[in-house]
């Protein structure tokens, strides 16, 4: 005759054991969701490449614009932008890849125009405090261009933004705000945006060898409307090829 074998009685845990793992099991997923979003942040400022502009020959146009790149590069990629514009941060990575194979290749320069929209009244101020900061010590305004980003991405996008980087740019910023008040190179900017059609942050635009710029055109159709894919403005550049 076989033997039975008992069936395992099930026990149900304590109610107050049930409750802990609840709780366990929550604080788990909050631990998961957390580190998702430092992972998203990280991946957001990781956009900013400190130091791209560093090895470019840099220079300034008739009209006080920012330029880098190969003085001989026969054209120019215009952004208009603000540092607070999640568009222009989203559009980081494209001009970052387009900096590293046109721009430090020597085929094409970058200029860049502050336009603020998403900044407003701030990002006209800081504008013009970071020229005052260039006429101190070249190149800061290149190196601010990164470093504002990052810290715009971050959320730490204010009045006092430039004051917090002046150790970082080697600057004093006392001295930045006694030019600031007859500063106007925003306000260049903005005129050129608008003589271009630009309504809007990132802007893309071009300029010839000869000075003269317009919009991008490819297929016979103007891109006039927010930041062009690289795909574009690769394609764009194969005429210089």
Known sequence: ?????????????????RNMMIIGAVAGIAVIIAI???????????????????????????????????????????????????HCQEYLPTMNRFIDEYVKTGKAKFEYRIFPTAGGQITEYIGNVLVCMEAQKEGTFWKANELLFREAMAGNYDGNILRNLAGELGVNYA???????????????????????????????????????????????????????FDALSQYMTQFN
């Open 175 to 229: 001295d930045a705000l006694n030019c600031v008040q007859n500063e106007t190179q925003v306000d260049t900017d903005i005129a050129l945006g608008q003589q271009l059609g630009v309504t809007g942050t990132p802007a893309i635009r071009i300029r010839n060898a000869d000075g003269t710029a317009g919009p991008l055109v490819l297929n016979g159709q103007a891109q006039n409307t927010g930041g062009p894919s």
């Open 1 to 17: 005759m076989e033997k039975s074998i008992p069936r395992p009685v099930k026990v149900n845990p304590p109610k107050n054991n």
């Open 36 to 86: 998702v979003f430092i992972v998203i942040s990280l991946n957001s400022t990781n956009q900013v490449a400190v130091g791209k502009f560093d090895s470019l020959p840099q220079s300034r146009l008739p009209d006080g614009g920012f330029v880098v790149g190969n003085p001989n590069a026969p054209v120019t990629i215009i952004e208009f932008a603000d540092y607070a514009c999640s």
